[in-house]
């Protein structure tokens, strides 16, 4: 016994290598420890993959948007609970919510205008007025840099990661007149245990070294950060149709970084069908299974593109990533080459022997594709288990339809929990993605928690984006469900029904997770719809949704049947009968 620990150690030392690259850069100030969790913490948060392996469940999300209640198309002007008049001065309220809690994203339309009041605590007065110009383009956003984006850096929407943390209540108010206003917030909750020490503008050393980090952070591609790790690796041949399997390590550890150097230039057709599945922990269905090219988001390898987990370096030829991926028995990765060619690459890794629970949570990777019909709801990811969505990637391209990118029209919900009703109802898939207006005036833009990849104009439209969700990730208890327009419903419930327009989309979501034990209680108000002219008919996984059983798309001349079965249990059919004169 004794001997096998040591050869186990031994082994692990050999596969390790030097630790993770995350210590201070040499002449660089930590930023010191404080008592409770102030906007430093959360800075760091933001950068700390690793955390996403521990499940807090006292955790939640909230977004508080101008989406309308009535499924309006606009989304515009829409704010929450009754304005106050201040100063002979009317304001609306953005957002309102009980601490402790912290503010992780502000997104506002590229011609948002007024003043914008933060109110903290049930202070007298508010530690932030100023304008959208000011708080986008201001001092605020010379200390944060980049983690303050306006519409003149991104091209298409403003947008802010610096952390706002509140102990006890956040009210954030505009003063604007414009009937077309538009925005998100978002916000994580804590344990109501939790001591938070209020944001304040008045930036000390810990918190302008806290910017200093983690804009170094995730600004440097990983390949980078571990140019100088000692990693494993093994040069491979894959043959064409043949599974290769690259990493088999026993646990506990945890890979930080994987990178498939290709000895010839990679070609987006070429990745696409080579496909990646990764397992862990005796599970018998992979949590990671894609191809390469959709596991780093679509890229085209054409150029250098970082995200902050994700990357590809042309000069190279190296894809790169640096998810954070816990297990406790064992990792096992596989790929397969689809092409009728062999193809030779160098897969080298990093891990770490690092003591991981019994109960940690996994990477997975999921990629799908299939075609949507214009004004329809589609799931996109549905999960029963615990775990943080922390990200998707989209591809669309969609038949002639004006206005071009229309696609990006439609909102995203997100039903958490099982809720009825989704805690998360978006205002369009452009500003999701941080972008608005079809992202017409921005047809690239490339930051490392979110971007477009790249957009066209031809037929009716097609874009790459994609958004990484770190401290804005989403947590879960027990299940999640992803479901997302195409295109705005109101908008296109007048097109010609006899043929409706599609779109082909393909999209990658990840997430951290842990499958459900056993069965889960859920009650979504999430239906599978499928309209025949057949009584008996029944819908089916690949039908499209419907909320609430509200039926929007027209439908051409005579008498249907609209089957319907909840999400979460498609065998509980009902058939409605709507004739249409």
């Known amino acids: 016994r004794g001997w096998l620990l040591s050869a186990v150690f031994a082994l692990g030392l050999l596969a390790c290598g030097s630790p993770t690259p995350d210590s201070p850069e040499p002449g660089s100030t930590p930023t010191p420890a404080v008592q409770g969790k102030d906007t430093a913490y959360f800075v760091h948060q933001m950068t700390d993959l690793a955390r996403f392996s521990r499940f807090d469940p006292s955790q939640r999300v ?164 571990f140019q100088n790790a000692e990693k494993q690796e093994k040069k491979y041949t894959l043959q064409p149709n043949q599974p290769e399997m690259l990493l088999n390590f026993p646990g506990p550890a945890s890979i930080d970084y994987i990178e498939f150097q290709f000895a010839d230039e990679p070609t987006t057709e070429m990745l696409n069908n080579v496909a990646m599945s990764l397992y862990w922990d005796g599970l018998e269905q992979p ?29 190279q030829k190296k894809l790169y990533s640096q998810f954070y991926m816990p297990f406790y028995d064992k990792a096992q990765l596989y790929l397969e080459n689809k092409n009728d060619k062999p193809i030779t690459l160098t897969f080298r890794y990093h891990v770490n022997l690092v003591n991981v629970p019994r109960d940690t949570l996994y990477l997975y990777a999921r990629s799908h594709q299939r075609v949507f019909h214009i004004g329809m709801l589609y799931p996109v990811l549905e999960f029963e288990g615990n775990g943080y969505f922390a990200g998707l990637n989209m591809i669309n391209l969609t038949e002639s339809l004006e206005p071009k990118c229309y696609f990006l029209e439609g909102d995203e919900y997100f039903y958490v929990n099982g809720e ?29 928690l ?47 029904a006899e043929r409706p327009v599609r779109g082909n989309t393909k999209w990658t979501c990840f997430w951290y997770g842990r499958p459900a034990p056993g069965p889960v209680t859920r009650a979504e108000n999430l239906f599978y719809c499928n309209p025949t002219q057949d009584p008996s008919g029944t819908p089916d996984l690949n039908s499209p949704l419907i909320q609430s059983q509200s039926f929007q798309i027209r439908l051409p001349k005579g008498t249907w049947w609209i089957h319907v079965a909840p999400i979460w249990d498609i065998t509980k059919v009902q058939s409605i009968k709507k004739v249409v004169e």
């Open 62 to 225: 909230v977004l508080r948007s101008s989406h309308d209640p009535a499924n309006q198309a606009e989304d515009t002007g829409v704010f929450h609970g009754d304005p106050y008049v201040l100063n002979n001065k009317t304001w609306h309220v953005m957002f309102d919510e009980k601490g402790p809690g912290c503010i992780t994203r502000l997104w506002l339309s590229s011609h948002a205008e007024g003043r914008l009041r933060f109110e903290f605590d049930n202070e007298s007065s508010p530690r932030l007025d100023l304008t959208v110009a000011e708080f986008f383009g201001g001092t605020l956003k010379e200390a944060a840099g980049p983690l303050i984006l306006s519409v003149s850096d991104t091209g298409s929407g403003n947008i802010s990661y610096l952390p706002m943390p509140f102990q006890s209540r956040c009210t954030v108010l505009t003063d604007t007149t414009q009937p077309d206003f538009k925005y998100q917030i978002n916000a994580l909750i804590l344990d109501p245990t939790d001591e938070v020490l209020t944001f304040t503008p008045l930036f000390d050393d810990r918190t302008r070294n806290s910017f200093v980090e983690a804009v170094t952070r995730i600004h440097t591609p990983a390949y980078r950060r």
């Open 287 to 315: 949590s990671v299974l894609c191809s390469l090219i959709d596991f780093f988001c679509g890229n085209r390898v054409q150029e250098n593109w970082n995200a902050m987990p994700l990357g590809y370096q042309g000069e």
């Open 420 to 448: 009825a009703d989704p805690s998360w109802s978006g205002t369009g898939l452009d500003n999701y993605f941080n972008g608005d207006n079809r992202l017409e005036n921005a047809p690239r833009f490339q930051y490392p």
């Open 450 to 496: 979110f971007g477009c990849i790249g957009r066209t104009e031809s037929a009716g439209g097609g874009f790459n984006c994609y958004r990484f969700q770190l401290l804005d990730a989403i947590p879960f208890k027990t299940s999640l469900v992803l479901a997302q327009e195409a295109g705005c419903p109101i908008r296109f419930a007048s097109l010609p």
